[in-house]
Every structure is written in C-alpha cells, then in structure tokens.
C-alpha cells in the first residue's frame, strides 16, 4: 500500500522528524511520501483550494492523508467530499494539531509553532501585507506570541530578534511535547492503512 501525506509547509520541521522517527521505529511496513505545499495558501481560500485539489487530482496512491486544520478553509467538506481515499483532521489549525487543546481559550495570545517562525516571511508574501507598519497590525492585537517549541529546530536570539522586529509584540517560548503531533500522525497512518 502506498500513503501519501499532502501538507501545509508549516508542518515540515515537524513532520519530517516524525517520519524519521517512524522509519527508524519500524513501525509501517508501506511507503510513506510527503509534498509539502506553500505556507501562507490560507491567506487566499480560491488559491488554496485550487492548490490542493489539483494537487489531490495528481497524486497516485492508496490512501491520501491531508494534513490540514479543518479550518483552514471554510469549505474543506464540501469540495473535498468527492475524494474517497482522504484522511483529514478534526483539529481547526496547526496551532491545535501540535501544540493542542491549550490555545482553544486563550485569545490574547497567539500561539504559533516552529515552522511559523521558519517560514514567516513566506507567509507574509502570501498576505501581501504593504510594510512593515501593516504586518506589525495584523499582529498586534495580541499581547504575546508564544511558540511551542517541539524540539525539532533551535531558536537563536538573532531569530526571535528578527521576528520580534516584525511584529512588535513580546515573544515566549513554550515547550511542547511532540509526542502530541506524532501521536495523530501514525492514528492517521493507521486509519489509512485499515480504514
């Protein structure tokens, strides 16, 4: 049996660990292949969704797990309906696939993960945000952001400098277990595999 992941590239630092760990645990016997798409593709839902279905329209294999937040596009059950062999997620965004459950109430914070952090400026193309003056609105609403760290990247002081720079709002790093990522990644494989 062959799985296919497609991706949001926010989920790359993250999911390619997994992968490796998986590999090296032995724990599926079928080929796994990943394509991560751009980061930012949430920011024009027309874009997105032409994206990923003529991604998915491309794509040969068995089973294809989508690795997007069910609420990255308001209309994900409705032009994804016609592909059977789909794997999707319950959790609304990257923020809840990794981090979780604890970002649900807490709307004075942005929770943010590595790949954000990684890929900011290529989420920032995708907006289209005029300057720095207009990235820095958009952000500050929030009194901190707080990334979860997963351990899979380093955060420099000369990072969380840069990124500070751009958005004017205090930055926290928070641990956070990547065991809870992994966790849905091999259900979804299993789900693939028997489902």
Not at 54 to 74: A, F, T
Not at 112 to 128: A, C, M, R, Y
Not at 173 to 178: A, E, F, G, W
């Amino acid at each position: 049996m062959n799985i296919f992941i497609l991706s949001c590239g926010v989920f790359e630092p993250e999911l390619n660990k997994i992968l490796e760990d998986i590999k090296k645990e032995k724990l599926f016997k079928e080929d796994i292949n990943v394509k991560y798409l751009p980061f930012g593709l949430h920011t024009n839902l027309d874009k997105l969704k032409s994206v990923i279905t003529s991604s998915l329209d491309c794509i040969q294999s068995d089973k294809i797990v989508l690795l997007y937040g069910s609420k990255c596009h308001y209309m994900f059950h409705e032009f994804l309906k016609g592909y059977d062999n789909l794997i999707t997620f319950k959790d609304s965004n990257c923020m809840e696939l990794i981090i979780g459950d604890e970002i649900k109430n807490n709307h004075d914070n942005l929770y943010i993960t590595p790949g954000w952090v990684i890929k900011f400026d290529e989420l920032n193309k995708f907006i289209n945000a005029v300057d720095i003056y207009d990235i820095r609105q958009q952000y500050g609403q929030y009194d901190n952001v707080i990334i979860g760290d997963t351990g899979v990247c380093e955060f420099t002081d000369d990072m969380i400098f840069d990124l500070f720079e751009k958005i004017q709002v205090p930055i926290e790093i928070q641990k956070t277990d990547i065991n809870n990522f992994k966790n849905k990644i091999i259900d979804a494989i299993e789900k693939a595999i028997n489902g």
